[in-house]
Every structure is written in C-alpha cells, then in structure tokens.
C-alpha cells in the first residue's frame, strides 16, 4: 500500500511569506507526527496528532507555527511569516496508535523548505 | 533536558562489524529505537528495545542496552556496502509519542 507522502517536495520562498505543507499518512494510522531536520541535525518533534486533535504540540518553536488536522486523515503544517531559519527538511510520519514498536512512526520523504 | 549524543562518524571495512554509540539522558524512555537515513530517503526504523531489556538481535543486528549507564549500542556484524548510511539513535522521553533523536552517526562502508 501507499505510504506516507507530503507535498511539495521541494519549497522555495521569500522571508516573511506564508507557506503550507502537506502531509497524507498511511490509511488508517490514527496517530500524526510533525518532525524538522535542519541540516547535518537529526530530526526534531514539532506536534503530534490523535485524531483530529493536536495531543503534543510542545515542539513547536513559536507562534508562527501552526499545525492542523481536520478530519483526522491529512494534515497541514502552516508557517507564517517564514524566517530563513525556518530552511530545513519538514517530515511528516504516522503510526496505528501512539507510539513504541506495535505503532511504528513511518516517515514520509519530507518537504524541504528554503527561505530566501 | 533531553538530549540524544552519538558519535558523527565510523568508517570500516566491508565484512567487518560495525559498533555505533549513543548515550542518552531521560531514564524513563520507555523505548529506543535505531532508524537508519540513506541519501534521499526517508528515516526506516531499523530496531527498537525496550528499556526493560539488556540485548536484542535481529539478523545481523545487535543492540545493546546499558540502562545504568543509559548506553546504548547498535552493532552491525558483516557490514555491507548497502549498510553506508546515517544512524540514528532515538529515545522516547516520558512516554511513546515524542520521539528524540540523536545528531546521527554516518557509517561509510570501504569496499
């Protein structure tokens, strides 16, 4: 089956800009994960979705951030007014439940985002 | 606070064993998990231990837990080519979902 996909893969825009990242989990993981790798980094926790709603969401740096999940199936990260540290790789993964082995996190390909 | 160390780089021989490193910090994660990264692609959770266990292996895969010390090991027997990639080690601090990583290990198999 399909796995984890986000779009777009690749992402340019102008500080200050408003940008949308998409991902769509695996059908039927109820569980959401937001993640950001900046370069030569390992990946670090933005949110965490249980269905529709955001059960974790200390990982996000500021305000700025903002992540959605309407319908408990795709969901939206949204960044506004985008700082050239914001430029990193945005991955997005999801698993059955809430986590460990029996709920495996599987990763997308991520977005990767750069502000100019 | 929460912070995942590992070494930044291993270099060996194709068929030799590979030991990557990591300590970690919060003693109540509950798992830690090794992904693997390769050029392009997405992060693979390669294994995982519980924090109640001392050793796994899967195939030629060993991870060693050291909860004392909060070291932990992964071991890599027979190191292919098709092995060269980032590791990283990970932990679940308080709980299942919020996964820590580590800075990743980039292993480069010599042919």
């Known amino acids: ?116 | 606070g929460e912070d995942v160390e590992q070494s930044l780089f291993l270099s060996v021989r194709e068929g030799d064993s590979s030991v990557i490193n990591c300590t970690y910090t919060d003693s109540s994660s509950t798992y830690l998990y090794w992904y693997k990264q390769e050029p392009g692609a997405g992060l693979q959770l390669l294994t995982y231990i519980f924090s109640n266990m001392d050793m796994k292996q899967d195939q030629r895969l060993t991870v060693l837990l050291n909860k004392k010390d909060k070291h932990l090991s992964l071991r890599i027997a027979d190191t292919q080519t098709g092995d060269s990639a980032i590791y990283f080690c990970a932990e679940t601090p308080g709980g299942y979902q919020k996964v820590t990583f580590g800075i990743g290990t980039k292993l480069q198999v010599i042919p």
């Open chain 1, 1 to 116: 089956g399909a796995g984890v996909s986000q779009t777009p893969s690749n992402k340019v825009t102008e500080k200050g800009k408003y940008v949308e990242l998409r991902c769509d989990p695996i059908s039927g993981h109820t569980a959401l994960y937001w993640y950001r790798q900046s370069l030569g980094q390992g990946p670090e926790f933005l949110i965490y979705f249980q269905g529709t709603g955001a059960a974790d969401d200390s990982g996000l740096p500021n305000d700025r951030f903002f992540a959605v999940r309407p319908e408990g199936s795709v969901s939206t990260l949204k960044i506004q007014r985008t700082e050239r540290g914001d430029s990193a790789v945005y991955l997005c993964a999801s698993s059955l439940a809430g986590g460990g082995r029996d709920y495996e996190q599987y990763f997308g390909p991520g977005t990767r985002l750069t502000v100019t």
